[in-house]
């Protein structure tokens, strides 16, 4: 598989002199065509700042990141749908910043809103939505971008345990129906281990990749199976030693 996001090497510094705070410490990573990897790591690792980086919304301080000018679209912990628009109509919005025309707008953010299994909400506003139904929208929306790279930032942090399950499946079929590549931000190892091909532990601030582990349980995974919670625990016992070498 080729390689669609490439680190190399990258730091990223904010400010200069004794204020100076390095957030993001020599990372290097590539992920590659149709991978779902998920980042991990302590508060404040740098876990966000790296997919403002690969999102092109904030600049690199040193090393290269190379995307191939693919399309990339962020995922946020909330949905951040204009209220005042319809759910189709907060789909439409990357359509129309593309130019397309009316009709085809409509037609798209139908078949999207398909593709989330929301087709018969289009007309609702956001507020007559669950939690769960919102981040639906937002996941139709980013692929209105015609993103190649999926970047998604705690998107379900907010939501309870089952919305969040149901959630994990949705996502994992809409992955593979739309052969998406996505870079995933969690809190949650147990999350991680479920949805990704990849987990990359991230040291405590600044961020460095500290482990990168081979997820290869076989799909469909349920968060609380054995396989998952083995390997989960596996992550966390690493995690938390991380942890407290940072607070030592």
Same mark, same amino acid.
């Given at each position: 598989?080729?390689?669609?996001?490439?680190?190399?090497?990258?730091?990223?510094?904010?400010?200069?002199?004794?204020?100076?705070? %390095?957030?993001?410490?020599?990372?290097? %990573?590539?992920?590659?065509?149709?991978?779902?990897?998920? %980042?991990?790591?302590?508060?404040?690792?740098?876990?966000?700042?790296?997919?403002?980086?690969?999102?092109?919304?904030?600049?690199?301080?040193?090393?290269?990141?190379?995307?191939?000018?693919?399309?990339?679209? %962020?995922?946020?912990?909330?949905?951040?749908?204009?209220?005042?628009?319809?759910?189709?109509?907060?789909?439409?919005?990357?359509?129309?910043?593309?130019?397309?025309?009316?009709?085809?707008?409509? #037609?798209?953010?139908?078949?999207?809103? #398909?593709?989330?299994?929301?087709?018969?909400?289009?007309?609702?506003?956001?507020?007559?939505?669950?939690?769960?139904?919102?981040?639906?929208?937002?996941?139709?929306?980013?692929?209105?971008?015609?993103?190649?790279?999926?970047?998604?930032?705690?998107?379900?942090?907010?939501?309870?345990?089952?919305?969040? $399950?149901?959630?994990?499946?949705?996502?994992?079929?809409?992955?593979?129906?739309?052969?998406?590549?996505?870079?995933?931000?969690?809190?949650?190892?147990?999350?991680?281990?479920?949805?990704? $091909?990849?987990?990359?532990?991230?040291?405590?601030?600044?961020?460095?990749?500290?482990? $990168?582990?081979?997820?290869?349980?076989?799909?469909?995974?349920?968060? $609380?199976?054995? #396989?998952?919670?083995?390997?989960?625990?596996?992550?966390?016992?690493?995690?938390?030693? #991380?942890?407290?070498?940072?607070?030592?």
């Amino acid at each position: 598989m080729s390689t669609v996001v490439r680190i190399d090497d990258v730091s990223k510094q904010y400010g200069t002199g004794s204020s100076a705070l %390095l957030a993001l410490d020599h990372i290097s %990573l590539d992920v590659r065509q149709g991978e779902f990897v998920c %980042l991990l790591g302590a508060s404040g690792c740098g876990k966000s700042t790296l997919l403002s980086l690969v999102a092109g919304l904030d600049r690199i301080t040193s090393g290269t990141l190379d995307i191939g000018g693919r399309h990339v679209a %962020l995922m946020f912990q909330e949905a951040a749908l204009f209220p005042w628009l319809s759910v189709a109509g907060n789909v439409e919005l990357p359509l129309r910043l593309q130019g397309a025309g009316r009709a085809e707008r409509r #037609e798209r953010a139908r078949e999207l809103l #398909e593709v989330v299994r929301l087709g018969d909400f289009a007309d609702k506003r956001p507020h007559e939505l669950s939690g769960g139904m919102r981040q639906r929208v937002a996941l139709a929306r980013a692929l209105a971008q015609k993103a190649d790279v999926l970047l998604m930032d705690e998107p379900f942090g907010a939501l309870d345990a089952m919305t969040r $399950d149901i959630l994990h499946d949705e996502l994992e079929r809409v992955w593979r129906e739309q052969r998406l590549t996505v870079l995933f931000v969690t809190h949650n190892v147990r999350e991680a281990v479920r949805l990704g $091909d990849r987990v990359i532990l991230l040291s405590s601030r600044p961020g460095r990749v500290i482990e $990168d582990y081979a997820i290869t349980h076989p799909r469909p995974r349920r968060i $609380d199976s054995p #396989e998952v919670s083995g390997q989960a625990a596996e992550i966390t016992d690493r995690l938390r030693a #991380e942890v407290a070498r940072h607070a030592g």
